[in-house]
């Protein structure tokens, strides 16, 4: 199941879900859980890759870079290059959906080892936003640049500009524009982002995320993914974790930010999504039913975990030779 089709059918979840009073921290959802979560010998378990949705590709880049003895700051970079430059994709980088105006923006973030991290938000005409966050980390004093700062900043570190509207895209924003419908749909078209992390041989872990954002969003429109502490965190005595779905909803609960939070309270990385994804769908008034939400995750041990709120979404995972998709479990089982 690719990304495309897993919010398409997960849309089509929306039937009634009677709450009870406990999420899923239950016997019968151990066996579960341990489809996701892996208990890992660190020592000769690594070096590891997880990236949100069916990525193969630039997990495998990712393992390349650690494999040839790189460092996981490095691997993550790579390895989402590969999406920003997958123009088909029309989620990452080149080839985007855009904005309502026509115009492709991008948002992106990285966070290394030592919780070191760079943003760029509402950047236009650079294909590798998440090169520019790293940048911004290492060249700047600054945590986050925005929009035609980011763009100029970009453009001086020998960065290339160039039109990131390709055909598709803008058929598919003039096809928007007969209705010009503006509310959050389930599916690929309207949000996506890739997310990832790595440990490199070391036993360090780093992240990054990017993502063109919400389709036909509002111009300025920034969402969770290039937020540290909502699309990602990572804390290299602890874990990492990433975000993907409807970026305002990961933002009202600072998502990874929790999630690495409640494994340093001791949960395993799937018991900390779960909890997570919970605190999402139990919020007063939540319409979580109308949207997405989900996260992976990764502690020191080597140990992952996913979760979201509707089926479909998956996790790529590249470890001892092996790269794979991974189903997650989900919330709204109606």
Same mark, same amino acid.
């Given at each position: ?54 990525? !193969? ?40 959906? *855009? ?11 990285? /966070? ?31 945590? /986050? ?29 003039? !096809? ?12 690929? !078209? ?5 997310? $990832? ?10 992240? =990054? ?38 970026? !305002? ?13 409640? $494994? ?19 919020? *007063?008034?939540?319409?979580?039913? =109308? ?23 998956? $996790? ?19």
């Amino acid at each position: 199941m690719n990304r495309r089709k897993f919010i398409k059918n997960a849309s089509l979840t929306g039937a009634g879900l009677a709450v009870g009073s406990t999420l899923i921290h239950c016997a019968e959802a151990t066996s579960k859980n341990e489809e996701n979560t892996a208990v890992v010998d660190t020592k000769n378990n690594l070096p590891l890759v997880i990236a949100t949705w069916h990525v !193969e590709n630039a997990t495998t880049k990712a393992m390349e870079v650690l494999e040839a003895g790189g460092n996981a700051l490095d691997a993550v970079e790579q390895g989402c290059m590969v999406e920003e430059a997958n123009e088909k994709g029309q989620s990452v980088g080149k080839g985007g959906l *855009p904005d309502r105006d026509g115009n492709v923006t991008l948002d992106a973030c990285i /966070m290394d080892k030592n919780g070191n991290c760079g943003a760029v938000v509402y950047l236009k005409d650079i294909t590798h936003a998440v090169s520019v966050a790293r940048k911004v980390m290492e060249d700047t004093p600054h945590v /986050m640049l925005a929009g035609e700062g980011a763009k100029q900043f970009a453009i001086s570190k020998g960065f290339e500009p160039e039109d990131l509207l390709t055909e598709a895209s803008k058929k598919a924003w003039e !096809e928007w524009k007969v209705k010009s419908e503006y509310k959050p749909i389930i599916n690929i !078209e309207n949000h996506d982002t890739i997310g $990832m992390l790595a440990i490199d041989n070391n036993g360090d872990i780093s992240g =990054a995320c990017t993502t063109s954002g919400l389709a036909y969003k509002l111009a300025g429109r920034v969402g969770d993914s290039p937020i540290i502490g909502s699309g990602l965190f990572v804390d290299n005595e602890v874990g990492g974790c990433v975000a993907t779905g409807l970026g !305002e909803e990961v933002v009202k609960t600072v998502g990874s930010f929790l999630v690495v939070e409640l $494994m340093r309270q001791g949960k395993t990385p799937q018991e900390a999504c779960e909890e997570a994804i919970s605190r999402i769908v139990k919020k *007063p008034n939540s319409n979580y039913k =109308a949207f997405q939400v989900g996260y992976i995750a990764v502690n020191k041990k080597g140990e992952t975990g996913s979760f979201s709120i509707h089926q479909w979404f998956s $996790m790529t995972k590249f470890q001892n030779g092996v790269n794979e998709q991974i189903q997650s479990d989900y919330f709204n089982k109606a």
